[in-house]
């Protein structure tokens, strides 16, 4: 054999063999540490910087594969589904015809009654009232008393003096009028007329009451004085 071709032989052997070792050293020996191990970042792997125990390392991973916590699933409730909302009727405004107009209600005037107008008192009864009497043929000024206080129309002759009424008048179908005590001078009481001889121990002893109670029921001085004619209230 040509010791050129054996010489070639041997230096293309060299060579094969220099590059198989540089290819499997490169294969197989330490990484840099800037290359990321793992799959190539075009394959859709994704990496991430992680401190591990004071550490930067660089972490590979598929996205794919991961695991996340998705959000509970929200309830969708159909239209049909829900509560029927009431809606108020408004009733439309009332529109009078063409050619009307509404009315506006005209609040009236408020009289004001005046405050400082003095309240005139109730005016007490009068003592006195007078009664028609007809004159019979026999009668006398005490008779037609007696009369009037039977019926329960207290008078007397002094007090029918008092108005003028004497015996002169004291004829035969005459009319007069008796003046009587007035019912309405002593309500819830009975009248009785003062005559000549009482007084008011009397009056009040007639009545079997107390001459105090006499005199508080009709306003009596301290001296319990009454007044021949006079009206006073009894029970």
Not at 50 to 66: A, E, H, L
Not at 193 to 207: D, G, P, T, W
């Amino acid at each position: 054999m040509n010791n050129k071709v054996v010489l070639f032989i041997i230096v293309a052997t060299a060579i094969i063999a220099i590059a198989g070792f540089i290819l499997i050293s490169f294969l197989l020996g330490p990484k840099d540490a800037s290359t990321p191990a793992g799959p190539d970042a075009g394959d859709g792997w994704q990496q991430d910087t992680r401190n591990v125990d004071g550490q930067s390392v660089i972490v590979r991973y598929d996205p794919n594969k991961t695991v996340s916590i998705l959000p509970p699933p929200v309830e969708v409730v159909p239209p049909e589904a829900l509560p029927p909302t009431e809606t108020p009727i408004v009733p439309p405004e009332a529109t009078p015809p063409a050619g009307e107009t509404t009315p506006v209600p005209v609040t009236p005037p408020i009289a004001i009654l005046p405050t400082s107008q003095p309240i005139a008192p109730t005016p007490a009864p009068d003592k006195y009232i007078f009664v028609q009497y007809t004159v019979g043929p026999n009668d006398t000024l005490f008779s037609v008393s007696q009369y009037h206080i039977n019926r329960g129309q207290p008078t007397s002759v002094a007090l029918m003096a008092r108005f003028g009424i004497d015996a002169t008048d004291l004829v035969a179908g005459a009319s007069l009028s008796i003046p009587v005590a007035n019912p309405a001078y002593c309500p819830g009481l009975r009248t009785h007329i003062v005559l000549e001889s009482e007084n008011a121990f009397r009056i009040a002893q007639r009545y079997g009451i107390t001459v105090d109670y006499l005199r508080q029921l009709n306003n009596l001085d301290a001296n319990y004085t009454v007044y021949v004619t006079d009206v006073l209230c009894v029970p």
